[in-house]
C-alpha cells in the first residue's frame, strides 16, 4: 500500500472556480503534513504546511483529518496562476526531511 | 531564480557510457538530496547528506553513486544505467536533515536524464 494516495486528476476548472483536493495517508503515527506545488517542467516548491486546526493563506484552505487520515487543500477563487500539479506528502516521523513521502501529485488545470 | 542550481538540465547517454550530476546550493544549509521523479510516480528519495556525511541510502543500485565534497555541492555519478533510469533527477537541501521545521525541501530544476 502506498504511504500517500492522491487523486492524479487532472481536474478542468473555470477561473473563480473553488475547487477541493483530498489527499490520504496509511501511517497512523504521521506526525506532519505539507502540500506542495509543481509547475510543468519545474520543481516542487512549499505551497504550504498543514496544521491540525487548519491553516489559511489567501485563497489557500489547508485543513488535516488525523481521524480518517486524509488532508485537503481547498483554492478558492482559481486564477490560471493556479494550474500546476499539487503534491501531499507527510512525514512519519517528528523530525526529519528524510522521512518526507510525497503522493503523485494531482493535476490541475484552470481554463478561461 | 532557485538558491539550488543543477547541470545539466538535460543529459542523453547511452548504457555504456560514464557521466555526472551537479548541485550546488547558496542557501547556506547543512543538508542536501537527490530524488528520482519519475513519470505516474511518487519522488523517491535515493540519498541524504548531512553536514557532508550520508546518512541515507535508499537501497539505490551502485550504477548511482553519490558524492558531497562540500555542504554546498553534491554529485550523482552515473555509470552503466539502464533505460528505466530516465527520469528527472532532482536534487535538494534543507537547513537540517533532523530538527524541526523539517518538511521545507528547496529544489533545483532538476536533470532529466534520458538512457538509449
Known amino acids: 500500500r502506498k504511504e500517500v494516495e492522491q487523486d492524479p486528476g487532472p481536474f478542468n476548472v473555470p477561473e473563480g472556480a473553488t475547487v477541493a483536493f483530498n489527499c490520504t495517508y496509511s501511517n497512523s503515527a504521521s506526525q506532519s503534513f505539507f502540500w506542495y506545488r509543481q509547475d510543468c517542467r519545474k520543481e516542487p516548491k512549499l505551497l504550504m504546511s498543514?496544521?491540525?486546526s487548519g491553516n489559511e493563506d489567501g485563497r489557500f484552505t489547508a485543513q488535516l483529518n488525523r481521524a480518517s487520515q486524509y488532508i485537503s487543500l481547498l483554492i478558492r477563487d482559481s486564477k490560471l496562476s493556479d494550474s500546476a500539479t499539487y503534491l501531499c506528502?507527510?512525514?512519519?516521523?517528528?523530525?526529519?526531511?528524510?522521512?518526507?513521502?510525497f503522493g503523485t501529485g494531482t493535476r490541475l488545470t484552470v481554463i478561461p | 531564480e532557485t538558491g539550488v542550481t543543477q547541470t545539466p538540465r538535460h543529459l542523453v547517454m547511452g548504457m555504456t557510457n560514464k557521466k555526472s550530476l551537479k548541485c550546488e546550493q547558496h542557501l547556506g544549509h547543512n543538508a542536501m538530496y537527490w530524488y528520482k521523479q519519475s513519470a505516474k510516480k511518487p519522488l523517491e528519495l535515493m540519498f541524504v547528506?548531512?553536514?557532508?556525511?550520508?546518512?541515507e541510502n535508499n537501497s539505490v543500485p551502485s550504477r548511482f553513486s553519490p558524492e558531497c565534497p562540500n555542504s554546498s555541492h553534491l554529485f550523482l555519478h552515473l555509470h552503466t544505467l539502464q533505460p528505466e533510469d530516465s527520469a528527472l533527477y532532482l536534487c535538494a537541501s534543507s537547513p537540517n536533515s533532523r530538527g524541526p521545521n523539517t518538511g521545507e525541501l528547496f529544489f533545483g530544476e532538476g536533470s532529466r536524464l534520458t538512457v538509449l
Open positions: 506528502v507527510v512525514n512519519i516521523l517528528p523530525t526529519g526531511a528524510n522521512n518526507l513521502f
Open positions: 547528506y548531512s553536514l557532508e556525511e550520508r546518512v
Open positions: 498543514v496544521y491540525s
